[in-house]
């Protein structure tokens, strides 16, 4: 089974300088990767996502991820944080399961999350 | 193109009720996922449905839990015998029929499943 680590619980940076929110996966494969953000009791919105095709991912709102094979890694940056960048954020793998008809491509799973605060 | 629709947004049941929980996908997506989010966790697979078929329930609860996709209407998370610890978000996904695309899924808002 695939998994996702995200190595910070929680983010502090101030506006206009830059983040880094960080996440490790580990697979048998080449995976597909996300990044998901959530709002305070919103629901989930797609920020990029990494099929095997550019290892650079340009993303919404001025985010990108860089897809790093040798590292295991897939670390979200954005040059610049606004205030509307707070909320929470999961690194997301694609984890084809096997099951008794086959193979199933519809199971996401996510990473713990990283809580973003952005200061004034 | 409206998203991912899901209700109620809220829901409060007592011990012992049982909750439903409403998932209309986007228009032209035929594959439905729901997750559990605990307080403080990530979001759980729970369940990959395609319509009047489950595909993979590796992630539901053995007991009190089950889901249903329809041929015509939302699919419906049924939690029977609520207990406090199924107190979570419930979100639901859709997914486009392309292969190319099943990857990529669309959230709804989630239901808030509060049980007193």
């Known amino acids: 089974a695939q998994s996702v680590t995200q190595l910070d619980s929680h983010v502090s940076v101030s506006e206009g300088t830059p983040v880094l929110l960080r996440c490790n996966y580990s697979?048998?494969?080449?995976?597909?990767l996300f990044w998901y953000v959530q709002h305070p009791n919103k629901g989930l919105q797609l920020l990029l996502k990494y099929t095997s095709a550019a290892t650079l991912v340009k993303g919404i709102n001025g985010f990108e991820a860089e897809f790093k094979k040798s590292e295991t890694s897939f670390h979200l940056t954005k040059p610049s944080a606004h205030m509307s960048d707070a909320a929470e954020y999961f690194c997301v793998v694609s984890d084809p399961s096997q099951y008794a008809g086959g193979t199933s491509y519809g199971k996401l799973t996510f990473g713990q999350g990283t809580i973003l605060t952005v200061h004034p | 193109n409206a998203g991912v629709m899901q209700n109620p947004r809220h829901l409060v049941r007592r011990r012992g009720q049982e909750a439903r929980l409403r998932c209309s996908p986007m228009k032209g997506h035929s594959h439905v996922y729901w997750y559990r989010q605990l307080p403080e966790e990530g979001l759980k697979f729970m369940v990959y449905l395609q319509k009047e078929n489950i595909i993979d329930e590796s992630g539901m609860p053995k007991e009190r839990f089950s889901a249903e996709f329809p041929k015509e209407g939302p699919s419906i998370l049924r939690i029977q015998q609520v207990v406090r610890g199924d107190s979570a978000a419930y979100f639901c996904?859709?997914?486009?029929?392309?292969?190319?695309?099943?990857?990529?899924?669309?959230f709804g808002p989630g239901t808030r499943l509060l049980v007193l």
């Open positions: 996904a859709s997914s486009p029929e392309d292969r190319g695309l099943r990857e990529t899924q669309y």
């Open positions: 697979s048998s494969y080449s995976p597909s």
